[in-house]
Structures are given as C-alpha cells and as structure tokens.
C-alpha cells in the first residue's frame, strides 16, 4: 500500500512527536534495552572499610562516549574517603587537612572519576581501564563497550550491614544527557577463575543503570538531513536554521581565516565548536540520495559531512529507518548491522565505520566526509518512488535523531511520471518538445 502525500505528513508529525515523548522519558524504540549498567563488587573488607570493582559497561546499540570520555560522580552515604583507586582517578582531591598521617586520595563527600588515558604506568592500570574514557556502542564491539577501575574506601563499616552504598549517582558521557537510578543492592557477583576450576564470589555487590535523552543532552539537534534523487534535478536542503541559530555570526566561509587559525590554536577540550558557515547551521550533515532505478534493484548514496573544524568523528554511527532495509543487498566501504527485527519487520539498521579505513569523520574541511552505497532489492509489493517513499524515516547520527526536511519538500517524480526502469529521467520541456514534433509530423 502506497502512502499518500497527506498520510505521509501526518505519519511525520506523528513520529516527530513519538520522538519528542520518546527522548523526554529516555526510552529509544529503536533500543529498548539500551542503557549504560555500573556496578560495585565489593571483593574485600579492610580495617576501615572495603576493596571494591567498579564496572561501566555500555549496553547501548549505537550510542558510544566518546573523548574525552565519561566521568562517573556520587554522593557518599556516611563520611567515607577514596584511599586509593587503580584504572581511574579523581579530579579533585578535596580537603583532606584533617588527617595528619595517611593522607586519603580523595576526601570530597560528592566525588568524581575518570578514566586513565592510554599508556597510563603498569602499576596503575586494571582490568578494561585506560581508554581516556571512551566507550564504543555494543552494536559496534561489546569488547571496547565496557571500562573498570578499583577502589579502596575508608571509614565506610566492615560488613554487609554496616556499609551503605553511595547516593545521588551521575554519569557524564562526555556531556549532560544521562540520568541515573539509585544503587540497588543485588545478588554478589560470582566470577571463575582463569583455569575455569574454582568460583569466587564478592562480599557485596550493588548496581545502577543510568539512560540517556537526547533533550538532556542539549537543548539544539546536532545533525541535519538533505535529500536529492536522479528523477529531479532539484535538491531538498536540510531545514534553515535546523540546529539553531544563535550563534549565526560564530561560523567560518574562509578556510584561511585567521580566526580559523587562532580559534584552533587556543582550543580545548569541550570547546565551543567553530561551524563552517551553511544555512542550517549544523555540525553533521547526512545527505541522501537515489541514485538509481533498476529492474530488481534500486541504488542509494549516503553522504555523512563534517562542518565542525574543531572536532573529529571517532567510531561513529548512523542508525537509519526505512522499509527496504529488510532486503539490504549490497553496501561499500560501511558496516552494517540489522537493530530491529520483529518479524516480518525489519527496518531499521545502524552503519558504522570500519578500523583503519573510515571510522574517523575528519574536520570539516575538503577531506571531511565519508560515504556509502547501497544496493536494495525491491519489493514489488511496496516499492515506489512516488510520495517520498525512498526516502528514509529517520536517521540517528551518533545516538542523536536528525532533523529531516518537511515531507512536501521531498524530491518528486516529475508530472509525467514516465520513468522507466532505468536511471533515465525525461524532463517536461524534453517531453514536449518531443509531443510537438509529433503533432508537426502527423497534421
């Protein structure tokens, strides 16, 4: 069943607010499970306190942390002091001008952690510590998904009645967007030993799960979406002004301006970003188009363009929603992974880089875009260029939803609509041009 242009409309603002709602209560329909998990396993008692494994794993799909990595906060229950940590440290030691001997690392009641950066010293890594921080996506490799670190607490009790688990726990991933549960107390953890023999079993254990939303994260969308099609020579820009625009005048033409130069030069870390200067005003841009129309197959190119100059795109992901994606072909120079698959649906994917060929999106700039080709097989039974149909839903640029043109802006067929099976498209002027020698011929 084909979709009309006005039931296409309706269909968009009903998934425009299914997202508004769905970000608002931190719930991904296309990641219902997705969440970053923290737990403690208390692994020994001290005289004052406990030796405990800290874990963050990443059970989202698709969205990753990227540097400079997350940062991990609580609130202590009682007068508890961090003695020593090992794959991580603090940033702020506190006060500790009460103690006159043994020196605690940290005497903050509400601490924060980070994680080490690679090549920290031996002695101070532990086990899946030292990324700077950074968290790939599950989908892309459960392996780097997961960071830890030790830590030695102090005047916390010595049992599992006495000890209490912190409060108030907040996770940076690198920015605001996440929101904590309370830590539970659960069943202690058991782990095996290396030969596989013998299970151990820590004297405590406790967890949390903290989401994310994407209004949390920010109040502007971070990517945009344009479309164009081999049947219309015309192209659908992303919304103006898509991404906000504020800070219309904070934006670069030249890439030899001097501001360029000096804004790079005096960058750090969580800086503001320096946009390329472009109407809608965004940092990604993921630009669609349909290349082709063959008999059994139709043709799309996926253009992902940089327009920050201050920043980089590691491990990247794209998360795309469109009806053909079930009968996904082909694909170049992308990985790809089905995310939703209820039978008979199947129409949602992510696209992610691959090592040492293109999982860096580079700064803005003549080599900053990647891209890929996809080769779909049709459904004779759906398939249609008419009413925007090959056109996707929604996509998601690095966890975050993409701003797409209104669905009346779509390219569309000419009024003709005499397109063949092949990508060859007749303009009007062409057709009746052709309609008028005719006429010419037979009167």
């Known amino acids: 069943m084909r979709i009309t242009k006005c039931k296409r409309s309706t269909l968009f603002a009903s998934l425009m607010t299914l997202a508004i709602f769905s970000s608002a209560v931190a719930y991904d329909p296309f990641d219902p499970s997705g969440s970053i998990n923290i737990k403690w396993d208390v692994l020994s008692w001290t005289p004052d306190g406990y030796v405990a494994a800290v874990s963050i794993r990443n059970n989202q799909m698709y969205r990753q942390i990227t540097s400079p990595g997350w940062s991990l906060g609580w609130t202590w229950a009682k007068k508890e002091v961090i003695w020593s940590m090992v794959g991580a440290k603090v940033t702020d030691q506190g006060d500790c001008s009460k103690f006159k001997g043994n020196t605690p690392l940290c005497c903050e009641k509400t601490p924060t952690v980070i994680d080490l950066l690679p090549g920290a010293p031996y002695n101070q890594q532990f086990t899946n510590c030292c990324k700077g921080g950074v968290l790939t996506s599950l989908g892309q490799d459960p392996s780097t998904a997961v960071s830890a670190f030790q830590i030695s607490v102090g005047f916390a009790g010595t049992s599992n009645k006495t000890v209490k688990p912190p409060k108030k726990f907040f996770l940076l991933g690198p920015g605001p967007g996440y929101t904590c549960s309370a830590a539970n107390i659960v069943p202690s953890s058991v782990s095996l030993s290396p030969d596989g023999r013998s299970k151990t079993r820590a004297m405590m254990t406790w967890s949390l799960t903290c989401t994310y939303s994407q209004l949390l994260a920010s109040k502007r969308p971070k990517c945009c979406v344009s479309l ?8 659908t820009p992303c919304p103006s002004c898509a991404c906000g625009c504020n800070d219309a005048n904070n934006c670069v033409n030249d890439l030899k301006d001097s501001s360029l130069l000096q804004s790079k030069t005096s960058a750090k870390e969580n800086a503001p970003q320096l946009l390329q200067c472009t109407d809608h005003k965004c940092p990604i841009r993921v630009h669609w188009h349909v290349k082709a129309n063959y008999r059994d197959y139709w043709h799309v190119k996926i253009t992902i363009t940089n327009f920050n100059f ?7 992901t794209l998360v ?18 089905p995310l939703i698959q209820y039978s008979p649906i199947n129409d949602t994917g992510m696209f992610y880089g691959i090592k040492t060929l293109n999982e860096l999106i580079r700064e803005a700039g003549p080599k900053g875009y990647i891209y890929t080709e996809l080769i779909l097989k049709k459904d004779k039974n ?3 260029l008419d009413q925007g149909w090959a056109f996707p839903l929604r996509l998601y640029f690095n966890g975050d939803e993409c701003v797409m043109p209104l669905p009346d802006l779509y390219p569309y067929l000419p009024n003709s609509a005499f397109y063949n099976s092949y990508p060859i498209s007749i303009s009007s002027s062409t057709l009746a041009t052709f309609l008028v020698l005719v006429l010419l011929i037979f009167l």
Not at 310 to 316: A, D, E, G, I, P
Not at 326 to 336: D, E, G, P, Q, V
């Open 310 to 316: 201050l920043m980089n795109y590691t491990q990247w």
């Open 228 to 235: 164009s099609s081999f049947y219309n020579p015309l192209i």
């Open 382 to 384: 759906t398939f249609t």
């Open 320 to 337: 795309v929603q469109h009806p053909n994606l079930n009968k996904l072909a082909n694909i170049s120079s992308f990985l790809y992974k």
